[in-house]
């Protein structure tokens, strides 16, 4: 029903910068919550900052300072600009859409690697 794709990873060295894009399928302004979440390999995915139709935001303790999550509503899509970037930010970084704001429907993009290596 609803289709997200991301982009902008890659592969940077540690204090650069990365700015990742999510298109949605939809309008945006008929999804209460989006965000970006990551996982890195051996370990759990992870929330990295929300942000909701009312540009609410949430940040892990581990990006705030760093990390800044926007979202276009003219352009449906949403954005996540990494400063600083360290290794332990190597991770798949997944899209999200809670359509909601319950979790009742939940929407995933298919990932876009960032790689933080010297």
């Known amino acids: 029903q609803v289709q997200l794709v991301e982009s902008g990873g890659g592969r940077v060295q540690p204090g650069e910068s990365l700015r990742l894009s999510c298109a949605a399928s939809i309008k945006i302004t008929n999804i209460f919550r989006m965000g970006w979440y990551r996982q890195a390999p051996g370990k759990q995915r992870e929330l990295v900052a929300t942000?909701?139709?009312?540009?609410?935001?949430d940040y892990a303790d581990s990006v705030k300072g760093r990390f800044t999550i926007s979202r276009d509503n003219a352009k449906n899509s949403l954005h996540l600009q990494m400063n600083s970037l360290k290794f332990e930010d190597t991770a798949i970084y997944y899209c999200n859409a809670d359509i909601d704001g319950l979790g009742y429907r939940n929407y995933w993009g298919q990932g876009t690697q960032v790689t933080v290596s010297s």
């Open positions: 942000i909701t139709i009312q540009d609410s935001t």
